[in-house]
């Protein structure tokens, strides 16, 4: 298959198809790679497969923006980015908690309860975001709430710390569920990170990287 054959097939089907979704899709396969090792008792890969999704997450709007989109190409991204981010930080969480021996009618109301808000805080932001870009420019400033992707640092770092947890572990990681819960949909302004705090996170990511094998090695 030749390039312009290849580039016919993908324009007959549903969907926007270019370099500024691969990491978006990236992370979201690799969330459902985590959701399956979590759930056939291997947490530990599903936390490396989080903190890879979000890698993916952190870079993928800044290769959007390299690229002049139209309207509904725009629309699309912020929709499809969404998605995965259900997948990747709503989803992928309750299944490493699973994996980790978490169990019965108290997990149950805490999954429920933070899959529902992550939902909500991402509509939300579908929402505003559309209405910023009516009227804004550039790159956004200030999140309203706790952006749902911090879960691929507030997660691992329990897992990582849960040879200093001990059993402690599961209980921590439940009543965090519930604490991230809350605040997603509270509405507190929080700043982006600029170009400059980028690298920070990055730093972090993988110290809790190193953390999380670490304690996976044991």
């Known amino acids: 298959m030749n390039k312009s054959t290849f580039k016919e097939y993908f324009m007959k089907l549903i969907g926007f198809y270019n370099y500024t979704v691969i ?35 952190m870079f993928d709007g800044k290769v959007a923006s390299t690229m002049k989109r139209n309207e509904a190409e725009k629309a699309f991204g912020i929709e499809i980015d969404s998605l995965c981010d259900l997948i990747s930080f709503g989803v992928l969480p309750l299944a490493i908690g699973y994996g980790i021996g978490l169990s019965g009618g108290f997990f149950y109301a805490s999954a429920a309860i933070y899959l529902l808000c992550a939902i909500i805080r991402l509509a939300y932001f579908n929402v505003d975001e559309a209405q910023r870009q009516k009227t804004e420019t550039g790159r956004r400033k200030i999140y309203y709430g706790l952006p749902v992707t911090t879960a691929a640092i507030i997660f691992p770092l329990i897992f990582g710390l849960k040879s200093l947890l001990g059993e402690a572990t599961p209980i921590v990681y439940q009543v965090m569920l519930y604490v991230t819960a809350a605040a997603f949909i509270t509405k507190f302004k929080l700043a982006k990170p600029n170009k400059n705090g980028i690298p920070l996170l990055v730093v972090i990511g993988l110290a809790i990287g190193v953390l999380v094998i670490a304690g996976g090695l044991k």
């Open 23 to 57: 990491l978006t899709y990236m992370g979201a396969a690799a969330a459902v790679c985590g959701i399956f090792f979590s759930a056939s008792g291997y947490p530990f890969w599903g936390v490396i497969c989080l903190l890879f999704a979000g890698l993916t997450d």
